[in-house]
């Protein structure tokens, strides 16, 4: 994924020089690159929650959920669910977030959690990210090993690790 952001993007702010908050700001690109990263492979597959009050919510099939009761909520699912995206959700497609995907439900994508317990570290974790791959498309260059190579799936546990990767990495 990291070949498809658009390195002259990075090289046209930075041209070589040491990463800094403004200029990730100013990365058109790059803006749009991380949260599709994060929808299109999110950093967990699955949170749970718990219900707080009794209900009977018509998504779950007139399912009765009680007060106290566990819910699982598989976000993975949810970044490929096609009702929440205009765009194909199976696409890695960073210019969704500036096109007719701009506006999508805040809870179709969220990789932080939501709600009042989602991660009081995401800003900085996004900024991380962020200057890793500015620094990383400054001196290396990714390419895609193909479809051959990269299938298999993934591995379901805690966090959604791809079963086969390959990827071609040469430094600058």
């Not at 919510?57 to 993975?76: F, R, S, T, W």
């Not at 570290?121 to 990269?150: C, S, W, Y």
Request: charged content about 20%; glycine content about 8%; some cysteine.
């Amino acid at each position: 994924m990291i070949g498809i952001c658009n390195i002259e993007d990075i090289q046209h702010v930075f041209s070589h020089q040491h990463i800094y908050e403004q200029g990730i700001v100013r990365t058109q690109h790059h803006a749009l690159f991380i949260p599709e990263v994060l929808r299109f492979g999110p950093p967990v597959s699955f949170t749970v929650r718990n219900v707080t009050i009794d209900d009977r919510p018509p998504i779950i099939c007139g399912a009765q959920l009680y007060k106290g009761d566990e819910v699982m909520i598989n976000i993975y699912n949810l970044t490929r669910d096609k009702r929440y995206w205009k765009i194909d959700p199976g696409l890695f497609y960073p210019e969704r977030f500036q096109d007719e995907d701009k506006d999508y439900h805040r809870y179709a994508s969220f990789p932080f959690a939501g709600g009042h317990r989602q991660c009081m570290g995401q800003d900085l974790a996004r900024l991380a990210l962020k200057a890793i791959t500015a620094r990383l498309m400054q001196h290396v260059t990714f390419d895609d090993g193909g479809p051959e190579v990269n299938a298999g799936g993934h591995s379901w546990k805690i966090t959604l690790t791809p079963k086969n990767i390959g990827v071609t990495i040469t430094f600058d």
